[in-house]
């Protein structure tokens, strides 16, 4: 997505539970011998580091070798490149799109050698976050207004005195530092470092009945183990996130989309069919981010587990 970096791993290889947001090779200069190859059984996904797009991928790359014979990789590539590699036809598909108008027009629109995959069936909101139990102990703590009123309690020894607002990685693109100067509130934008590493903090602070202050993300399975308030800030409007620099508004409600390179796209047979139909539910998502992310299964264990209890769901998938 436009505020998420986005990591992928080799394939096969259960490191897909890896939940880092840390830095990604460059896939386009990495030729994979077998994306978009003719007449081979082998299909490149496109994997990002936040758990929920690895969940995509586990599924798909089950169904697509247990139920069609056909060989995965996975290959690792950041957002922006990714496009790139997609292009090129290095990677087949993107399962996990969050919004990247430039590269749609570039590549849909005018080159057109990339084909919309149609919808994910998820939709994804960025925003900035508290506890619950912090939430009921100050309701009015959820309007931004009243953030500065709070700023003692968010601080740390990162923020330099001033209300800790903790972020994920510092290679994340997200409109926080702008909306903390713009809005003018007494708080520093701390990088956790990866969503792994946010997520232990987060974990850690619920623990202790800690306050703190996220930038967060839907769908995501933390939110079943610490139960999250988002503070409101000024509404989302059509273009108020043009210019990053004076940004004062939300981030968007954004329907998540997949893509294709187009050559798959037409000649990649059910591959192509069964990616193009895969569409899922935030609850089925969460379901398998979660056997991944807190049970420690492998990301195909978890997998297998949500395919042979959801057969309604992915056979349509086949059809």
């Not at 586990?58 to 590539?77: C, I, M, N, S």
């Not at 899922?280 to 395919?307: C, F, R, Y």
Request: hydrophobic share 40%; aromatic share 10%.
């Amino acid at each position: 997505m436009r505020f998420r970096t986005t990591l992928t791993v080799a394939a096969g290889v259960s490191a897909l539970a890896l939940l880092t947001g840390c830095g990604a090779a460059d896939m386009t200069k990495q030729a994979n011998p077998f994306a978009n190859a003719r007449g081979s059984k082998t299909v490149t996904l496109s994997v990002q580091s936040w758990v929920g797009a690895q969940s995509n991928v586990a599924v798909a790359q089950y169904l697509l070798e247990h139920k069609l014979g056909y060989r995965v990789d996975t290959v690792q590539v950041d957002e922006v490149p990714a496009w790139d590699a997609l292009s090129q036809g290095r990677v087949d598909a993107i399962l996990e799109d969050w919004g990247h108008p430039d590269q749609e027009k570039r590549y849909v629109e005018d080159k057109k050698t990339i084909a919309p995959g149609g919808g994910l069936g998820v939709t994804g909101h960025i925003g900035w976050y508290v506890p619950t139990y912090l939430a009921k102990q100050h309701p009015d703590i959820t309007d931004w207004h009243n953030l500065n009123k709070y700023a003692s309690l968010f601080r740390t020894a990162e923020s330099g005195g001033k209300g800790q607002l903790m972020d994920g990685s510092p290679s994340y693109v997200t409109n926080d530092k702008a909306l903390v100067k713009n809005l003018k509130l007494d708080y520093q934008v701390v990088f956790a470092g990866s969503e792994a590493a946010q997520i232990t903090q987060m974990k850690q602070f619920a623990k202790e009945k800690k306050p703190f202050l996220s930038y967060w993300y839907a769908p995501q399975w933390l939110f079943k183990k610490v139960p999250m308030t988002e503070v409101k800030l000024p509404p989302y409007k059509e273009g108020c996130d043009a210019d990053t620099a004076k940004i004062t508004c939300a981030y968007p409600h954004t329907p998540l989309q997949k893509y294709l390179n187009s050559g798959f796209a037409k000649s990649g047979g059910k591959a192509a069919a069964l990616l193009k139909k895969f569409k899922w539910t935030t609850g089925d998502q969460n379901e398998v981010s979660l056997m991944i992310a807190d049970q420690k299964l492998s990301p195909q264990e978890a997998a297998k587990k949500w395919v042979d209890s959801h057969p309604s769901v992915w056979k349509k998938w086949l059809s």
